[in-house]
């Protein structure tokens, strides 16, 4: 089994900056590739954000969120982080991180681990 617990979520206004982190536990945990995901209402669709490869070097975004947030690796791989900067209201969602192990690490689906969410909510 593996768990994921995010964090790092609040409030901020327009422009400024946060910082989320996933801790992943379980065995070979390190050895999955790890997604960030959103879902910005109740009863929308959880939407790709960003995705990083098992080994930290492969990265992958959706186009909203290029150049301003940046997924990466901790040392020992087990944490995940997404530092998100000149972030804007339509930022605002829940955010979720996803854990996968499959040929194609940008893809996660229901049937893969993901932790509760953590809250992220921009003011204008």
């Known amino acids: 089994q593996v768990q994921l617990v995010e964090s790092g979520g609040g409030l901020v206004q327009a422009g400024g900056s946060l910082r989320l982190s996933c801790a992943v536990s379980?065995?070979?945990?390190?050895?999955?590739?790890m997604g960030w995901f959103r879902r910005q209402a109740p009863g929308k669709e959880r939407e790709f954000v960003a995705?990083?490869?098992?080994?930290?070097?492969?990265?992958y975004y959706t186009d909203s969120v290029k150049g301003r947030f940046t997924i990466s690796r901790g040392n020992a791989k087990n944490t995940v982080f997404l530092q998100m900067n000149s972030l804007k209201p339509e930022d605002t969602a829940v955010y979720y991180c996803?854990?996968?192990?499959?040929?194609?690490?940008?893809?996660?689906?229901?049937?893969?681990?993901w932790g509760q969410g953590t809250q992220v909510t921009v003011s204008s």
């Open positions: 995705a990083i490869d098992w080994s930290g070097l492969n990265t």
């Open positions: 379980g065995r070979t945990s390190s050895t999955y590739a």
């Open positions: 996803a854990a996968g192990r499959r040929e194609n690490w940008r893809v996660f689906t229901a049937s893969d681990y």
